[in-house]
């Protein structure tokens, strides 16, 4: 599944232990919105559009100084079809340079995005010979949408039922065209996925930071991935929700913090001083050093400047590789407690 861009992971994470500001909430809101509509478009695709064609979300690709993000790209027969989705609500016009909705206009240019993507997509694939026709669209995801804009620009938009007809039509033409298949046609898609992934770039980073300053706006501890409540009980191996009664492994919730943690202050390497002021007081170094050896690589660094490589992802991109394993030491949350004594590993 489609995952958020970092921004809203971000902001997200901001908001599971601060209040956010008007502004932040506004566009934690958009994206969150943004990410209905581009997996509302990928459920279509899925159900509607041709079975036999190589498809790309959420690409970042980059042609000499240019970068781009892309939504979707796809490659039906010898076309390529590149989609930017956008979850507009209400009344929109375009006058050929500005948008303009019901409460304000805005400066941001979408069919210029779309051209700088179209074209950097189309000299990606001139440099290696590969010829294929680009086509863009941007691909307007909600229904209540009234929009407005110049005649010439009309053939580049596609709303939300139109997508649905062009999906239709290239899976009806892929059926009717199945017997008479190019044997050429392998060889295209694997170049075609082949080039754009010499050209992928890692995705785009939020340009947000907190500094340490900021710390104390944030909330200290480890809260229930459930509710989100801090108001916990942590045992020798599990950590329960004293609100929903939710049970999650101590190993994998220490875990799950320390990547939110990194995530919130993705420019800095995580340090057990960095960790000790993000949890509090209540939480004792020797299981924080156990957990960051356990699971963070370390960085060159020693002594008294020791750290770990900090991502600056949330645990379920971080840890990918590593899904099978936590979902393992979930077992332990039916483990009974340790008679309670000097163990500094075990809170009561």
């Not at 581009?38 to 190589?54: Q, S």
């Not at 170049?191 to 947000?208: H, I, P, S, Y």
């Not at 994998?252 to 057990?272: M, P, Q, S």
């Not at 008294?304 to 332990?332: C, V």
Request: proline share 3%; aromatic share 10%; with cysteine.
């Amino acid at each position: 599944m489609r995952k958020p861009s970092h921004e809203q992971q971000w902001l997200t994470a901001i908001q599971c232990r601060s209040t956010l500001a008007t502004e932040e909430k506004e566009q934690l809101n958009r994206l969150k919105e943004g990410l209905k509509g581009e997996r509302y478009l990928d459920w279509l695709f899925e159900k509607l559009g041709p079975k036999n064609t190589v498809e790309l979300n959420d690409l970042t690709l980059k042609h000499e100084e240019t970068t781009v993000q892309i939504d979707k790209i796809f490659l039906f027969e010898k076309t390529v079809y590149l989609l930017d989705a956008k979850a507009y609500h209400g009344t929109y016009t375009y006058d050929g340079r500005k948008w303009y909705s019901e409460a304000f206009s805005f400066d941001t240019d979408i069919f210029h995005q779309l051209d700088k993507a179209q074209n950097v997509v189309e000299n990606i694939f001139e440099e290696a010979d590969l010829e294929l026709t680009v086509e863009g669209y941007l691909v307007f995801t909600e229904t209540d949408l009234d929009l407005t804009i110049p005649q010439h620009l009309k053939n580049r938009v596609l709303l939300i039922n139109e997508v649905a007809s062009l999906f239709r039509k290239l899976a009806h033409q892929e059926k009717a065209n199945e017997p008479a298949k190019s044997q050429d046609q392998p060889l295209i898609d694997k170049r075609f996925a082949a080039v754009l992934k010499e050209n992928k770039q890692r995705r785009f980073r939020t340009t947000r930071i907190l500094t340490l300053e900021q710390m104390p706006r944030l909330t200290k501890g480890i809260f229930c991935e459930n509710c989100h409540s801090f108001d916990i009980h942590i045992g020798t191996f599990r950590i329960i929700c004293k609100k929903c009664h939710h049970r999650e492994s101590k190993e994998k919730a220490f875990t799950r913090t320390i990547c939110d943690c990194g995530l919130i202050f993705h420019k800095r390497e995580l340090t057990v001083k960095l960790l000790r002021n993000f949890l509090g007081k209540d939480y004792e170094d020797a299981f924080i050093h156990k957990i960051l050896k356990k699971h963070f690589p370390k960085t060159n660094k020693s002594g008294t400047k020791s750290s770990y490589t900090n991502k600056g992802l949330p645990m379920y991109e971080w840890m990918t590789n590593k899904q099978t394993y936590f979902q393992k030491t979930e077992r332990k949350c039916n483990w009974k407690d340790r008679k309670k004594r000097n163990d500094p590993m075990i809170y009561q």
